[in-house]
């Protein structure tokens, strides 16, 4: 299928990115937020992007002009009569999201493609929301959207292989990378990496040698960007806590951290967000 | 940190890196290549899990595993689909095929 015209629905930082980049690539889109003040935030988010880019040369002012003209901020479903793919990039939880899936498939033409971009929640338990299952799929951005290449097009018991075929184009007409993932806990990015922050944590926890000891040590070897706590701080250590929870419930005590990320989420220090996490910010 | 425990964290980090990259191609959740590149893509990993084993050598890898399984725990059992490679000779790069394919 065609894609010819797109909506981003929750404004949010992340939705705000997506939205981004698929006016960057020329393709129409919506955005719609049930919030006008989450889409004047959107708006400005987005201002930002384009001026960076054109500060840096990147983009003309009149390739913004064009850019934007192709966005449209609703808070209003009549704005997705003529759509033909939905992102949905609304809050991580089952109730709301179904409840958005409920009413996009009232809203949406019967044959237009809504994909979620949940990290964690069951695209089959979205997909059973509608009544087009088959037009139902994940399409996982990584964080910050307009700056990592990958998408997870994530398959539910349902999807059709048309609706994955559509979305992995779609995801190189807006210059990204598509992989393609069977629906399970964690996916695949957030899985491999949990478990090996995992396997980092207990290695501390035996050793208690220093964070900032073993990050170093990880990068110098040119195993990764950046080290497990560095990283973890920047995620958020509640985000980690619940993400390591959710997998070793779902495949076991390999995911099981250690005491010290309970600890810290205990006391308040998730990381980057409040100031102190593994490491003390400022 | 001494030069021993260094040598440890890094097999341990890379190995338990590689062994969940390996369930989910047992699992067939995703392919091995599109595993190694969802890593180097979302997570900028410079080298795909699949691929690192396949360089270092399957038969080595089967050798880190069982050494770190004696050691640490269950959690670092050698998989099936890496047993079944070694013992067909299908050890990575050097033989042209391991989780991934070669040009010889």
Same mark, same amino acid.
């Given at each position: 299928?065609?894609?010819?015209?797109?909506?981003?629905?929750?404004?949010?930082?992340?939705?705000?990115?997506?939205?981004?980049?698929?006016?960057?690539?020329?393709?129409?889109?919506?955005?719609?937020?049930?919030?006008?003040?989450?889409?004047?935030?959107?708006?400005?988010?987005?201002?930002?992007?384009?001026?960076?880019?054109?500060?840096?040369?990147?983009?003309?002012?009149?390739?913004?002009?064009?850019?934007?003209?192709?966005?449209?901020?609703?808070?209003?479903?009549?704005?997705?009569?003529?759509?033909?793919?939905?992102?949905?990039?609304?809050?991580?939880?089952?109730?709301?999201?179904?409840?958005?899936?409920?009413?996009?498939?009232?809203?949406?033409?019967?044959?237009?493609?809504?994909?979620?971009?949940?990290?964690?929640?069951?695209?089959?338990?979205?997909?059973?929301?509608?009544?087009?299952?088959?037009?139902?799929?994940?399409?996982?951005?990584?964080?910050?959207?307009?700056?990592?290449?990958?998408?997870?097009?994530?398959?539910?018991?349902?999807?059709?292989?048309?609706?994955?075929?559509?979305?992995?184009?779609?995801?190189?007409?807006?210059?990204?990378?598509?992989?393609?993932?069977?629906?399970?806990? +964690?996916?695949?990015?957030?899985?491999?990496?949990?478990?090996?922050?995992?396997?980092?944590?207990?290695?501390?926890?035996?050793?208690?040698?220093?964070?900032?000891?073993?990050?170093?040590?990880?990068?110098?070897?040119?195993?990764?960007?950046? +080290?497990?706590?560095?990283?973890?701080?920047?995620?958020?250590?509640?985000?980690?806590?619940?993400?390591?929870?959710?997998?070793?419930?779902?495949?076991?005590?390999?995911?099981?951290?250690?005491?010290?990320?309970?600890?810290?989420?205990?006391?308040?220090?998730?990381?980057?967000?409040?100031?102190? +996490?593994?490491?003390?910010?400022? | 940190?001494?030069?021993?425990?260094?040598?440890?964290?890094?097999?341990?980090?890379? #190995?338990?890196?590689?062994?969940?990259?390996?369930? #989910?191609?047992?699992?067939?959740?995703?392919?091995?290549?599109?595993? !190694?590149?969802?890593?180097?893509?979302?997570?900028?990993?410079?080298?795909?899990?699949?691929?690192?084993? !396949?360089?270092?050598?399957? !038969?080595?890898?089967?050798?880190?595993?069982?050494?770190?399984?004696?050691?640490?725990?269950?959690?670092?059992?050698?998989?099936?689909? #890496?047993?079944?490679?070694?013992?067909?000779?299908?050890?990575?790069?050097?033989?042209?095929?391991?989780?991934?394919?070669?040009?010889?």
């Amino acid at each position: 299928m065609y894609i010819k015209r797109t909506a981003v629905i929750g404004s949010g930082t992340m939705g705000a990115d997506i939205a981004y980049v698929i006016a960057n690539a020329g393709i129409p889109v919506v955005i719609k937020d049930v919030s006008e003040d989450a889409l004047e935030k959107a708006k400005a988010h987005i201002d930002d992007l384009f001026q960076t880019r054109v500060a840096r040369g990147r983009m003309s002012p009149e390739d913004v002009q064009n850019r934007k003209d192709n966005m449209t901020f609703t808070t209003s479903n009549a704005d997705l009569a003529d759509v033909s793919l939905a992102i949905e990039a609304v809050s991580e939880n089952m109730r709301v999201k179904r409840a958005v899936f409920r009413e996009l498939d009232q809203a949406l033409p019967p044959l237009a493609i809504i994909a979620s971009n949940t990290s964690a929640l069951s695209i089959t338990e979205l997909a059973d929301a509608t009544g087009r299952a088959d037009r139902v799929a994940g399409f996982h951005f990584f964080f910050p959207a307009h700056m990592m290449k990958l998408i997870e097009v994530i398959s539910g018991t349902s999807t059709s292989q048309e609706t994955l075929d559509t979305l992995r184009r779609f995801a190189e007409e807006i210059r990204k990378i598509p992989v393609s993932v069977k629906e399970c806990p +964690g996916f695949v990015v957030n899985r491999v990496l949990m478990a090996s922050m995992a396997e980092v944590l207990r290695f501390q926890h035996e050793t208690q040698i220093p964070y900032q000891e073993i990050d170093q040590a990880i990068t110098k070897a040119g195993l990764a960007p950046m +080290g497990p706590f560095v990283l973890g701080d920047a995620l958020g250590l509640d985000v980690a806590l619940e993400v390591a929870r959710t997998l070793t419930a779902a495949y076991g005590d390999r995911f099981q951290p250690g005491p010290q990320l309970e600890a810290l989420v205990g006391e308040g220090h998730v990381g980057l967000k409040s100031g102190r +996490g593994f490491y003390t910010y400022r | 940190m001494d030069e021993a425990q260094e040598q440890r964290l890094i097999l341990r980090f890379s #190995l338990a890196t590689f062994l969940e990259s390996v369930r #989910l191609f047992e699992e067939d959740i995703a392919s091995a290549e599109e595993i !190694d590149i969802a890593m180097r893509a979302g997570a900028g990993l410079p080298k795909g899990p699949l691929r690192w084993a !396949d360089e270092r050598g399957l !038969d080595q890898v089967l050798q880190d595993l069982e050494s770190l399984h004696a050691s640490v725990g269950e959690r670092f059992a050698p998989p099936a689909s #890496l047993r079944d490679r070694v013992a067909r000779g299908q050890l990575g790069v050097k033989s042209g095929i391991g989780y991934l394919t070669y040009a010889q």
